[in-house]
Each structure stands twice: as C-alpha cells, then as structure tokens.
C-alpha cells in the first residue's frame, strides 16, 4: 500500500514500483492527479422517505471526463451522471430512512467531499413546519409551509380544515408553500397541502383565535418623509406572530412586544 503524494497541479504519472528504494520497475500502471472535489450546496435538502428521486450537488472538481460516485448517508456508492464540473446528480435509494443523511462524492471511492448541511428524509408528504401557526378568526394571514418538497413542487391548494385556498411555492425558499388562511371560527384546525397530482400532505394543525386587535393610538404620529422612525402601535388584543404594519399602500414588518404594544418603522415616503 502507497500514499500519494501531494502536487501543485493535475496530471497524469506513470506509477514505478521499488523492492529496495533504488531500483525502480513499471508494469505500464498510470495514476491520475485530479482536482480536489467540494460541495457547496444539496438541493433539495427535504426529502420524502421512499420517493427514489434525484438531488442536485453543487460544488467544484467534478470531472465528467471521468466517473464521478455518490453516496447518501452509509448506502452502496452510485455512479452519478456529471452535468459539469460544478454539477452533478444523485440518485436517492428508495431504503433510506427518516432522519438525516450526509450526502458524499468521490472519483474514486476513496476520498469522499461531504455536504456540510444534511439531506433531511422525511415521511411522505409531511409538514415540516408552519409558520404562523395560528391565526385570526377573520382569515387574511399569509402561512408559510416547509413540506417535503418533490411532491409538492407546483403545488395547487392549501386546505384549512375543508377549504381550500390557493397556493404559491415561494420563489427564494426551497420546499416553502405561501397560503392566505381563510376565515373560520375559533379552534384548532387542519391544515393540508395538495400537489398538482391531487396528493395531500399528512396534517398539521392550525389554531383560529378570536381575539380582535383593536388600535387605540400611534406614537408618534407624524414623522419626515425620509422614513426611519421608531413607531409605537397601542392597542389591544395583539398576538405573537409575524405581524405587520401598514403605512398607507406600504407593508412593514411589527415586532411584538406585549398584547397592548407593538413596534414598526415607518417607510419612507415621497
């Protein structure tokens, strides 16, 4: 057994073989020098136990020149078509299980680059996470939902309970699903999203509260228009949550402080 050395550049050499350190003999066996590999990003990074689907590695060093192995969590390397040199794809084993898995590449089966972040396996179609998870009875909040993502890439609908409303992935969010809860009375309800493929998500549950913020004073209430300035909202009944703030036609976010005050910077404004 040898170890290779280390060199400033990729090539390829012709390997010698020494019994006593001076005399050297070639049996015509080459070794090729490559660039290191390294992964920069997997996506997706949500996947649904049992989809077989693929993941897309990004990173550096991959020669397609060549055949480049993939490995997800302790699975049987594949062979995994090369795209470019920053490219390539991952075909998932169906027997993976629910939990976190690394995702690797190699040229040789050797030396491994692992992803930094795992790839998460979740069971089919579940809600990850939901956020806010509750509402007001009036409706009108928009929810965004981290699902497992292959299924639910163009989905539809969301469902509250038996209503459905539409859906759109968010654009800068891998897996995320934006609904506007609709109006229902107070209550714990489910919510489901459902694919394009008429498939519903496992439920997660939403909760519907009757409390109606009331707004009693702004302070202050007047301010330059170059925007900046701290406001205080008082009121009543305001909820924890991701509230906002609306200056006439402009959405601001609102930090919750208690049930009587919430706090937002007033935009600029011409």
Not at 41 to 57: M, N, S, Y
Not at 155 to 177: K, R, Y
Request: hydrophobic share 40%; glycine share 8%; proline share 5%.
């Amino acid at each position: 057994t040898c170890v290779s050395p280390a060199v400033n550049r990729t090539h390829v050499a012709e390997v010698f073989l020494s019994l006593n350190g001076a005399d050297f003999g070639s049996a015509g066996h080459t070794f090729s020098f490559e660039e290191r590999m390294a992964i920069s990003d997997v996506r997706p990074l949500i996947k649904a136990r049992g989809e077989g689907a693929l993941v897309t590695v990004h990173g550096e060093g991959f020669n397609c020149g060549q055949k480049v192995y993939c490995r997800v969590g302790h699975s049987k390397p594949i062979e995994a078509p090369c795209d470019s040199r920053s490219v390539v794809l991952c075909n998932l084993p169906l027997s993976l299980e629910r939990g976190n898995h690394t995702v690797s590449v190699s040229a040789n089966m050797v030396d491994w680059a692992v992803s930094a972040r795992p790839l998460q396996v979740v069971d089919d179609a579940t809600i990850v996470s939901l956020n806010p998870s509750f509402g007001p009875v009036g409706g009108g909040v928009r929810v965004s939902i981290l699902v497992g993502e292959d299924n639910f890439l163009g989905a539809l609908q969301c469902e509250f309970a038996s209503v459905l409303v539409p859906a759109e992935m968010a654009s800068d969010s891998h897996g995320v699903v934006d609904c506007v809860a609709p109006p229902h009375e107070a209550g714990a309800v489910q919510v489901s999203v459902v694919s394009k493929r008429g498939m519903r998500s496992f439920p997660a549950s939403f909760e519907y509260v009757d409390a109606r913020a009331q707004v009693l004073s702004v302070s202050p209430s007047m301010a330059d228009t170059s925007g900046r300035t701290a406001v205080s909202i008082l009121g009543s009944d305001f909820q924890a949550g991701a509230n906002t703030c609306r200056f006439g036609g402009t959405l601001v976010a609102a930090v919750y402080s208690t049930s009587t005050v919430v706090k937002c910077v007033a935009p600029a404004h011409e």
